[in-house]
């Protein structure tokens, strides 16, 4: 269910699995035709979620994203310092993934080809700017990793 007031713009695909919940004024951009989200069964996103995506987004399954959480797997051009960045064209699109049973903290921001894994813990206010392991928490700007599940002994480790 996408609770409405939405907005999604540009010429791009939601696909969604079953039991998935999009609160109120979510925001799907979709800046080059032909990119495509999925989020996967009983994934729930908070109120203000938005994406901006170029190429592919990919959200697991049992996820929980909380409001106010950006996810962009494309930017704005600069590198010109003569050409406004409003019209400079974009960056390369780089597919983001996000695995399965996911929390992602309010107001985080998931960036361009980050590959998030599974059962992953991300704190609020977080930024992510690199690939995350499974079974880890992670906070911070830029984020990093706090904790990771140890197997071994079935605790979870602070990294150093």
Not at 46 to 69: D, N, P, T
Not at 100 to 120: E, M, P, Q
Request: net charge neutral; charged share 15%.
């Amino acid at each position: 269910m996408i609770r409405q007031p939405y907005s999604v713009y540009g010429n791009g695909e939601i696909v969604y699995g079953k039991n998935v919940f999009v609160a109120e004024h979510a925001w799907f951009s979709f800046p080059v035709v032909g990119s495509r989200i999925t989020i996967g069964d009983n994934t729930q996103l908070g109120r203000f979620f938005g994406v901006s995506c170029g190429k592919s987004i990919a959200i697991g399954h049992s996820c929980l994203i909380g409001e106010r959480v950006f996810i962009a797997d494309v930017g704005h051009a600069y590198e010109d310092p003569y050409v406004p960045i409003l019209v400079s064209g974009l960056t390369e699109a780089k597919p983001v993934t996000i695995g399965d049973d996911v929390l992602i903290g309010v107001g985080t921001f998931i960036g361009s080809g980050v590959t998030i894994g599974n059962h992953v813990m991300i704190g609020a206010n977080s930024v992510v700017l690199k690939d995350v392991p499974n079974y880890s928490v992670i906070a911070g700007n830029p984020a990093r990793v706090l904790k990771i599940f140890d197997f071994t002994s079935l605790k979870w480790v602070r990294t150093s």
